[in-house]
Structure formats: C-alpha cells, structure tokens
C-alpha cells in the first residue's frame, strides 16, 4: 500500500468552502506534510489532537509543516470542529463513510454483534466496551494518567488560563499546582480538559455525529517529505490512543 499515492488521489469536501477538492491540494511545494485522517469529528482523540496541533502552532508553523486532516462527519460537524477547536477550516475535509479509513486499512474498532441488538445498539454497545478497554489497548492507561498526571509530560494550563468545563466550575491553571507544584502535567490536569471535550462532544452530538455507524473507527498519523515518501506514521489501535506517546502526542515532529 503506497498511503501518499492514495492520499493524493483522493477529493472531499473541504469545510472552508464546501467544495469537492483533492485533499492535499496547496501541498505541493511542502518540505514536510502532515496528512492526519482522524475519527469522527466529535471523538476524544479527535478533538485533543486539535488541541495539540494549537498549543504548538507557532511552532509547527516555524518548522515549515503543512497540515491536512479529513475526519469523518459532514460539512456542519466540521465546522463546528473548526470553531471549538480553531482548526483551520481550509485544512480539514470530511468523509462522512470512512472511506479513505477503510482505503488506508485502519482499525474499524470493535464490532461485536449480539442477536436482539439493532445495528445502532450494538454500536454504541461496542463504544462503550471499547472506553472500558475491551478492543482498545491503552485506553484505561491513558485515562488513568489523566488523573493522577505525568511527570514526562508538559504542564497543559498556564497559570493565569481559567478553563470552563462544565459541570464544574471555571478554574484557573494556578489552582492545579495544589496538587504537586508545576512545570509538569499535574493531576486532574488532562482530565479537566477532557472533561470540557466531553461537554463540548455531547452538549453538539448530533451535529458532531450525523451518521451514527462509524462511531468506532480509528484513524491515522502520516508524514511525508517533498517527495511524498513516508518519515513516519502511527495507526490508532484505540480510544485515546492516537500517538506513539501519549505523554507529548507531536514528539515524533521534534527533529524536523
């Protein structure tokens, strides 16, 4: 499977403009291109690879890097990911389907299917085993870190940044170093800001996920060189599993 030779043959809607165009169009002259093909738009891993893509933008930015992103949803879910998250909307394409997922042979999830259960049932019946774990390595580590925090890890709030996510109430980043100083990603740091996602994932659900069937599907991590050979790629094996390491998801950028 050559993952540039598909990328580069493949049009979707792009959400700046609505348009039907090649995903990697603008990409031509890129030193370093940065194909991310991510789950649904309202996904955990989704929205907290945003996250990270816009703590280190300046720099990304710095390093020449260019970013393209298709994930699954239509044109209203992607921009409601664009607003929430401040991805730029020229970047990011939807696939409703999956198509490019199954294309690029990436892990469709857990697909249990017991008698008596509805297709729609059985799907959320497989999400909910898979953030129990159960067809999805890692995932209860890495919610376990984001609660009792990560000295290999940057510190996620600054100290004067309030974060609102409901139902508790806004805080401010100082209040973190109560439990155990800074400079680090310190306890409940992480999991407050999930918990925002979350508000924000629910709170938008249908607008977020359209199609109810492709809940489970995992995406991607692909970068290339100016000359589309592959430098790296991850392929997601679970819910919050969407980099090699979790502690920093973008350390595998640093060396650029």
């Not at 306890?187 to 938008?204: K, Q």
């Not at 359209?210 to 991590?221: I, V």
Request: proline share 5%; glycine share 10%; aromatic share 10%.
């Amino acid at each position: 499977m050559n993952v540039y030779d598909i990328l580069s043959q493949t049009q979707r809607q792009r959400i700046s403009d609505g348009e039907a165009a090649p995903i990697l169009s603008g990409c031509g002259a890129a030193t370093r291109l940065l194909a991310l093909v991510w789950s649904q738009l309202g996904d955990f891993d989704t929205l907290e690879y945003a996250w990270w893509l816009r703590r280190e933008a300046e720099q990304l930015e710095a390093k020449g890097l260019v970013i393209r992103a298709v994930g699954i949803g239509d044109r209203a879910a992607g921009q409601r990911f664009c607003e929430y998250t401040g991805f730029p909307a020229d970047w990011l394409f939807v696939d409703p389907h999956a198509d490019l997922h199954r294309q690029l042979e990436l892990y469709p999830g857990l697909s249990l299917k017991l008698p008596g259960l509805s297709a729609s049932q059985n799907t959320y019946l497989n999400l909910l085993l898979m953030c129990a774990g159960v067809g999805s390595p890692g995932t209860l580590s890495e919610v376990f870190r984001g609660y009792i925090g990560d000295r290999r890890a940057p510190q996620l709030i600054q100290e004067e940044e309030v974060v609102r996510a409901a139902p508790l109430p806004p805080i401010k980043g100082s209040f973190f170093n109560l439990a155990g100083g800074k400079g680090f990603q310190r306890p409940f740091e992480l999991a407050t800001l999930r918990l925002r996602n979350m508000a924000e994932s629910l709170s938008h659900w249908n607008t977020y996920t359209p199609e109810k069937a492709h809940l489970n599907q995992r995406g991607g991590t692909f970068l290339f060189d100016s000359q589309g050979q592959l430098l790296y790629e991850h392929r997601d094996r679970g819910i919050l599993g969407f980099a090699d390491n979790m502690s920093y998801p973008l350390s595998f950028l640093e060396n650029l």
